[in-house]
């Protein structure tokens, strides 16, 4: 692990409540600590190259702020913890952390949200087994990109809704989750498989980044109508999913297959 991710054994980790503080930092979007800390606190911050003062607002030029930097990130980092994170660039599965690590350390990341722990359905359910997956918060701290954490059924949900259609999440009898339409006699399962060696498994719950395949929208209606369609990937879920959505409502409106043409 290259050392300037973590504080060396002469530097001085930041106590509980200068953890505190550059957490909250570093879970804003604009990296801005909290209002409310001491002068004297903010000195000792600044001097240790943790925050720095942050642009002036145009709405108001007279107020000071101060914004974590790379440092400040670093500071909040063992190496144990750096070690874990960064693990996940070389994980057979993408973002999980597959390294041995010591349980302290992870359940560490966990309350601080560096880490969450999902099922093979993706979600965090307890008395089923799960795994633990580096969050935003994570790679935000050791400097990874960030990922859309969404879920891909919200994506959908939201997408049919603009159609005018109602639609929602249900999980069948093996755990699997898909997003479902049910109007008249027409019935619409739409799936996206996931990452599950050696299983067929399908997901509306797993975040969007956890997903490379595409929606396929299995259709029936009538008597024994029934279509099976999906649409190109690699345009992103929430691109993937709005046309999804449009294309079904094309179908709807004719029921014509030519509606899912890419």
Known sequence: MPTFLAAGPHVSAPNALQRTWLLAALRAADGLLPMGVATRSLNVLRERGWITTAPARDDDAELVRYKITPVGRFALLSVAKADALLSTLVSAEPGRIEAPVQERILNSLEREGMVTYLTRRGQQAEGEERHPYITNLGRRLVGLPEVDETPAGDYLVAALAANGLEAGVETDHNGD?????????????????????????????????????????????????????????????????TRMADAFAAWLAGRDDAAFSA
């Not at 067929?200 to 369609?229: C, F, Q």
Request: proline share 6%.
């Open 177 to 241: 989750s898909r997003v479902v339409y049910r109007s008249g006699d027409v019935e619409a399962l739409f799936y996206r498989e996931v990452w599950n060696p050696g299983h067929y498994t399908y997901s509306a719950r797993h975040p969007a980044w956890m997903h490379n395949k595409p929606w396929t929208a299995l259709i029936t209606y009538g008597a024994d109508g029934a279509v099976e369609k999906h649409l190109p990937n690699g345009l992103g879920v929430q691109e993937e999913s």
